[in-house]
Nanobody, 122 residues
């Protein structure tokens, strides 16, 4: 079974930093685009950043210049380095990836992790 598992969330003061990680595990043929989303209490889930297999990145305006997405393809892992954190960054952060499992169909699916909570205090 293919799974995504986030880690690295926690409590941090405004201006501080956290590094999130998300590892894909299971019988995997390939991992294509990987993304981070976040959802604050009572709000919709918003896209944060994307990284392609080749390392091309895109960021939401709210985090551009402060967050960095990266990946380690041999480990099937994506990271989100979060610097200069603000209280408005408080949210559950979710990992998302297009993954092709080792099946006869070799068809990609959209997978989600369980989320990791980031709380930024003022």
């Amino acid at each position: 079974q293919v799974q995504l598992a986030e880690s690295g969330g926690g409590l941090v003061r405004a201006g501080g930093s956290l590094r999130l990680s998300c590892a894909a595990s299971g019988s995997i043929f390939s991992v294509n685009n990987m993304r981070w989303y976040r959802q604050a209490p009572g709000k919709q889930r918003d896209w944060v950043a994307t990284i392609t297999y080749g390392g091309v990145t895109k960021y939401a305006d709210a985090v551009k210049g402060r967050f960095t997405i990266s990946r380690d393809n041999p480990l099937n892992t994506v990271y989100l380095q979060m610097n200069s954190l603000k209280p408005e960054d408080t949210a559950v952060y979710y990992c998302n990836a297009d993954i092709t499992p080792w099946t006869a169909a070799r068809s990609p699916y959209d997978y989600w992790g369980q989320g990791t909570l980031v709380t930024v205090s003022s």
